[in-house]
């Protein structure tokens, strides 16, 4: 079945310093990969998300590359600050009409100041 | 920004009852909604495919019987867990795909304790 894996599980990084959070996904179909952010007892906020025409996105500190051959996405922060702290989820959808999204394992970020 | 509820966001109850879970889209129609579980820093677990106007499409390991889905609008679904147990205790999340801009919005999640 769809399958989407996620590494590293947690991930320390001193504040100012860049995050990569990469995802690797089984579905050929897939053509929607979104991320999420998901402090301790909250929802998932998206943060960012790519499509399979897409190579790469940013948004202020935040990008997503996509390696559609690959089968491989991946997070990038830069300049990291505290409130970045949290656990990130990485997703993959082919809106073939279900819109279902497979979810990667989760990513914990803990940026130290 | 699409706007999701979720109602109640705690629950304890006794094993054995039943407890039923709300969710609804504030300012968009969702003919899709879905349920999640997820377990304490694990990631959130597809529990079925909430579809406005007909039968839920439940994930393989799912129990159709104990995790009743309704769909009764554009606007609410419900998950009801019937007769629950301790181990049903779990943070249990709903989205919502706003279809004009095919993302999906998550609710607050309810956090359910079994004792």
């Known amino acids: 079945g769809e399958n989407v894996e996620q590494h590293p599980s947690t991930l320390s990084v001193q504040e100012g310093d860049s995050a990569v959070i990469k995802c690797t996904y089984s579905d050929s179909a897939s053509n929607y990969f979104p991320w999420y952010k998901q402090e301790l007892g909250k929802r998932p906020q998206l943060i960012i998300d790519?499509?399979?025409?897409?190579g790469e996105k940013k948004d202020q500190r935040i990008a997503v590359t996509l390696n559609k051959t690959a089968k491989h996405f991946s997070l990038h922060i830069t300049e990291t600050q505290p409130e970045d702290s949290a656990v990130y989820f990485c997703a993959a959808s082919d809106f073939s009409g279900t819109y279902k999204y497979i979810f990667g394992t989760g990513t914990r970020l803990k940026v130290l100041a | 920004g699409a706007v999701v509820s979720q109602h109640p966001s705690w629950v304890i109850c006794k094993s054995g009852t039943s407890v039923k879970i709300e969710c609804r889209s504030l300012d968009f129609q969702a003919t899709t909604m879905f349920w999640y579980r997820q377990f304490p820093k694990q990631s959130l677990m597809l529990m079925a495919t909430?579809?406005?106007?007909?039968?839920?499409?439940?994930e393989q390991g799912v129990e159709k019987d104990k995790f009743l889905i309704n769909h009764a609008s554009l606007t609410l679904s419900t998950l009801t867990v019937t007769s629950a147990h301790p181990e049903d205790s779990s943070f249990y999340i709903c989205s919502a795909i706003r279809t004009d801009t095919e993302t999906q919005y998550f609710g607050p999640g309810t956090r359910l304790l079994v004792l």
């Open positions: 790519i499509r399979s025409n897409v």
């Open positions: 909430s579809n406005e106007g007909s039968k839920a499409t439940y």
